[in-house]
């Protein structure tokens, strides 16, 4: 057990391991309560949400789900968030660290008619992800998750509690994320029918360990490792959600620049040899010379391979560029490889 | 946790059993278990070791710790089995998952490790 966000979360329950290929087998169920919610309300919410965020708000309707980030005005990154589009009422969902941080960060630029509702004390969150995911779910809802696309989401009951069920997830595999009311009692019962309808996939409790393998081996990135307020989106790998052309966001005049001038590093994957792991602020060597760093790094349990993402110089984050990683002392060999390290199957 | 009478211990985890001048070593299932599935256990040489001194290390998939000699002596043997699978150490901790034999020099350290009593004391189980 850890303290994290303010919450006592399992590392791990039977072993990272064992998680880690329940869920790219069967199904797993990871509680994730400790991640923020935040209600969005006000005639002017959505046009907020377009100001602070770095993706299109415009591109959403009702009933979809947006990945997005938040950017300071130098560019670096708030955070890294979902958006969900309520009809009239926005939901935002930021890593549980950054609670406090992104609160008050949406808090002082606040104009116009809008209502900001921190929602994170009172939203449990259960996250049901692997290939079996779908039928356990489907044995206790009327709901048609068969037919819910990626990215978006339904109001209804399952196992006869009110919930916001969206396929999503930090997996990379067919996943669900269940989100209800914050209460021991509603919890224990969502929890234990879950478990009963998933016993035939041999369902699993999934601790942080494997969180953080599971969407390392599919390259998300985790804030804090990857991505904080010294990167930016761009060199980050997430110029796929920072729509510069969308018009004024927070940030958006400093990322300009920044790709106007040219981008100096990337965020790549690495497969690294041998079994030494290569870890968080290991250094990157470039030709004999220090030039980049490890942000994240595991043995890959589906691969049986280290693989680690590491900011390196743009002139070698091309796959196949070759350097090393100074593991304790000793040059590891590594190349640049496409990220996701696995196929991903959300 | 178990932790078996006969073998003894260290601060820093190791278990070790006595057979003559002869002592095998490993870590308690406590180490073990704290540091999560192991997926490679690096001890570089057969070597001359001072007591505290480290000979390898070990990755988990989480962290990775330095492996300390508890006695003065020559790593004579390394456990072949461990490099394949490396998990033994978490399955078998004071069995298949030793990790290295050393001939000891000085006898008068022995003094100094810990009883099973005593480092379950050290680690609260």
Redesign the interface.
């Known amino acids: 057990m850890v303290d994290f966000a303010g919450f006592r979360m399992p590392v791990q329950y039977q072993g990272i391991i064992a998680e880690h290929k329940r869920v790219r087998t069967t199904v797993g169920v990871f509680d994730v309560t400790h991640m923020g919610e935040f209600e969005i309300r006000g005639r002017d919410a959505f046009a907020f949400i377009q100001r602070m965020t770095t993706n299109d708000v415009t591109r959403l309707s009702e009933g979809k789900v947006q990945y997005s980030a938040m950017c300071y005005d130098d560019g670096g990154i708030v955070d890294d968030l979902l958006v969900y589009h309520c009809g009239d009422t926005v939901q935002l969902v930021v890593n549980a660290s950054n609670i406090a941080k992104d609160f008050a960060w949406l808090s002082d630029h606040v104009a116009g008619d809008v209502t900001l509702v921190n929602r994170s004390d009172e939203t449990a969150l259960l996250a049901i992800q692997g290939p079996k995911s779908l039928e356990t779910l489907a044995r206790l809802t009327d709901l048609d998750l068969a037919s819910l696309p990626y990215y978006h989401f339904l109001r209804g009951r399952i196992a006869g509690i009110d919930c916001l069920v969206s396929r999503t997830g930090y997996t990379g595999e067919l996943g669900y994320e269940v989100y209800f009311e914050a209460d021991i009692g509603l919890a224990k019962r969502m929890w234990d029918a879950i478990f009963e309808a998933g016993e035939e996939f041999e369902i699993a409790p999934i601790g942080l360990g494997a969180r953080d393998t599971l969407r390392l081996e599919v390259g998300y990135c985790l804030y804090g490792n990857d991505i904080d307020r010294t990167t930016n989106p761009l060199e980050a790998g997430l110029g796929w959600i920072t729509k510069l052309g969308k018009g004024e966001f927070v940030g958006r005049d400093a990322l300009v620049r920044a790709k106007e001038a040219g981008l100096k590093r990337k965020l790549v994957g690495l497969l690294v040899e041998g079994r030494s792991v290569p870890r968080h602020g290991y250094e990157v060597i470039v030709n004999g010379v220090p030039a980049g760093v490890v942000t994240s790094g595991t043995m890959s349990p589906m691969l049986e391979r280290c693989i680690a993402m590491a900011y390196v110089p743009v002139a070698v984050s091309e796959p196949g560029a070759s350097m090393h990683v100074r593991i304790r002392g000793q040059d590891v060999p590594a190349r640049v490889v496409k990220v996701p390290f696995i196929e991903k199957h959300a | 946790m178990d932790f078996p009478k006969e073998l003894k211990y260290t601060e820093t985890h190791e278990w070790v059993r006595i057979d003559g001048d002869t002592v095998t070593v490993g870590i308690t299932a406590y180490a073990a278990g704290e540091l ?2 192991v ?2 256990i ?1 001890i570089p040489e057969l070597k001359h070791v001072d007591k505290g001194e480290p000979f390898g ?1 070990i ?1 988990a ?2 962290t ?1 710790s330095d492996l300390y000699a508890p006695l003065t002596g020559t790593i004579t043997e390394i456990n072949p089995a461990i490099g394949d699978k490396p998990e033994l150490v ?1 399955s078998d901790p004071y069995g298949e998952g030793w990790m290295v034999r050393i001939t000891i020099e000085n006898a008068a350290e022995l003094d100094a490790l810990l009883d099973a009593e005593a480092y379950r004391g050290k680690v609260g189980h």
Do not use: F, M, R
């Open positions: 999560g599935d997926v490679y690096d290390s990755e998939v989480k990775v978490n």
